[in-house]
């Protein structure tokens, strides 16, 4: 049974990279220029097979062993995003028939039958019935298909070097002043620098992460608060992070809580190396700061062992709330931005989440991310009465290393008091 259903599941993902295969070497090949045909096809064949050697590799792992387990992540990642990137344009393609099959309708309905597959172009009826020659501009099925085909690989080339140059390069800074009803004087002003998402790991050696501590360091802010995910899956990172972030430093300290890939990496491993970087950790409790005679309470859930769609973790996020002195001003650090839902209730002021990397991939104009798929908390500001979220973009990557309109970012997040 678990054979039949892991074989299943791998034919999901191959299959439509095959069947979009079938259709491009059947339509794509001229047939009246055999040598050309012959070309055409065996590029297919070369290019189908580079493209999906991978998958061989994958399907020994879905088959007889697990394909999720921790080291394989960032490696089968790009693999699984590039047989979406194969949905995509076999979507296209199916727009297009389908379209194509809209206008035959149309046109049979009205005794007008346009027939694309012809080599000779649009062919029609006049009024008096005698066919007329198709328009010198007709635009023939195979031509659309390898112009649609070269303009997609285009397209998708452009977008990948984006993406590639804007994972890699540092990240950005959003400045954003958030405004609280009942803040104490005494943190009135209060700068704090939002990290989450470093990943150390294959795609975030130690040159870039000094580069990044020494970016942090500039801004000068009064307490740095890291929302997780610090190492990406494998301990072997864990030394250069403690390296370069043992460098980090605030006034206030600098607070960290754990994300899922921490757990994904080793527990214990991780919080020795936040310990050994000089940093607090929090995880399923809370640390006091004082500030002119204020009192800052950090609350930290520590990343939950399921994978449930916006999980508010209630019973976790109650738990700190409750343990905290009551007059004290809050701030949550829960790396899963769903433990919003939970603190809004609770009517905690300030929640800092990270996770999702704004999805990694977003359409400006459409406004969807792919994090949607994950939260509906993707990435930015969010307030909800009294209570405030801010979800950070994240500065590393997971899987695939790229961001496509979706820039790294630090959050240095300035409170301030709202008079009257």
Known sequence: MRDGIALIYLLVFIAPQAVLYVYLRDRLPDRSRPRQARIVRWSLILLFAFFNLPWIFVARRVLF??????????????????QMLGWIFLGLVAIYVTFKGIVWCWGKRRGVVGKW????????RSSGGSPTPPPSHALTRRQFLVRGTYAYAGTG?????????????LPEITRRTLYFDHLPPGLDGLKILHLSDVHAGIHMRLEKMQRLVAQANALAPDLILQTGDMIDISPSFIPDYVRAFRELSAPLGVIT??????????????????QDAGQTLVRSGNHLIERNGATLAILGVDDPLD???????????NEVDRAAPPDTFKILMAHRPGAWDAAKLRNIPLTLSGHIHGGQFYLPV???????????????????????LYVSRGIGVVGVPIRVFVPPEMGLLEIRRLDG
């Open 65 to 82: 062993g697990s394909v999720w387990s921790k080291g394989w992540i960032p490696y089968i990642g790009p693999w699984v995003a590039w």
């Open 117 to 124: 597959d012809s080599p000779r172009g649009l062919e029609s």
């Open 157 to 169: 080339l452009a977008l990948s070097a984006y993406g590639l140059w804007e994972g890699e390069r």
């Open 257 to 274: 809580g754990l994300g899922n890939h921490d757990h994904y990496t080793g527990t214990a491993e991780v919080i020795k190396g936040v």
């Open 307 to 317: 994978w449930r769609f916006d999980d508010p973790q209630a019973a976790e996020v």
């Open 366 to 388: 459409v406004g969807w991310s792919a994090g949607r798929l994950i939260t509906k908390y993707v990435m930015g500001h969010f307030q909800d009465g009294a209570s405030q």
